[in-house]
């Protein structure tokens, strides 16, 4: 007996009844980059391993845990893109898109991370990506804050929390990340195998341990604040002025670090009470070195990955959905000999109404059966074709969601008819 092929742990099919909702997801993501000038970029799914071990760090989870790596055919090491940020950097470089100029760039798809499958955690999950560079200052740190904050209006979300923090310039961090070490190493015993291993590849992470046990010795740690140089608290004394003026609420977090070296200065995450233990919808941050490391010139950036997976499970927590998209017309042959044209019928109201959504049914069957296909769907009005329409050049038309009965029409008083209903 065969074995019944299924999807991969963790990678997971998107049926028609759940697209409408990522449709509107991305549409509204895509609308919000356009709002702000923010330009596409489309990255490829598989990048070369150095990539990310270079941009990552190679002591973190993602790369020494989580990539999906392996070796191609010519024996080169490529890897699934388990972030957007790194392919970004590699592609501007590559492209010339730096020289002279600042970007603002967007990208939204498919990322791939070998984790333990949960609520909120997936092998192959989607992020809206937006990066900036050539921008140096707390401004466009704002702006990115703000992007997000008009994003959970635009979706009528509720109970998102702003935190912020600073990581402090390379040199400030240094000094930190030594406190941190010492620290932690006088209490080695009490640290679990995570933070063991983390003692002194990335220390920072320490801080983010979700580890119930670990809560007091983490907060009994040295504040980064009594470390921070004085250039990166102006940055984000600023940062916090214009959140002030711009009306935007946050909590300043002491704790808030990011999972990646790469990350300095300002950081931000946005984090959701309806979403249990991964409360974090969006996250970002600066990484003013990051260009310098692949190679390019020093160069300020800036910018921000939310979980669209993460999305949706807070719209459905918060009791919005998308309609699901259901045909406006449904045309369908009395007889046989009627195919040709109900076929013919649907592509001159296509023409006339582009935008117009069209079933046309297929497949034989009673004209019973047919009504039951067009109500099964959804479908707003049903178009009848038999041999006394097309003797006749008109067509029965019967509302089926509004009441409005049934009529006779010619195919120009149908179109009328709907364009009079206000659908496209």
Known sequence: MATTLQSIRGMNDLLPSETPLWQALEAEARALLAAYGYEEIRLPLVEQTAVFARSIGEHTDIVEKEMYTFTDRNGDSLSLRPEGTAGCVRAILEHGLLRGQTQRLGYLGPMFRHERPQKGRYRQFHQLGVEVFGMPGPDIDAELILMTARLWRRLGLDGLTLQINSLGGNAARAKYRAELVRHFSAHEQALDADSRRRLTANPLRILDSKNPAMADLIAAAPAFADFLDADSAAHFEMLQSLLKDAGVPYEVNPRLVRGLDYYGRTVFEWVSRDLGAQSAVCAGGRYDG???????????????????????ALWRAQGRAAAASAPEVYLMPVEPECVGAVLRLAEQLRDALPGLSIVSHCGGGSLKSQFK????????????????????????????????????LTPAALIDLLKQSGRP
């Not at 990051?290 to 949706?312: D, K, M, N, S, W």
């Not at 097309?390 to 009441?403: C, N, Y």
């Open 373 to 408: 296909r067009a109500d099964r769907v959804g479908a707003r009005l049903a178009v009848m074709v038999g041999g006394e329409e097309l003797r006749s050049g008109k067509v029965t038309v019967k509302d089926l969601r509004g009441g409005g009965g049934q009529q006779t």
């Open 290 to 312: 990051l260009v310098e490391q692949f190679g390019g010139p020093p160069t300020p950036a800036t910018g921000f990955a939310l979980g669209l997976e993460r999305l949706i």
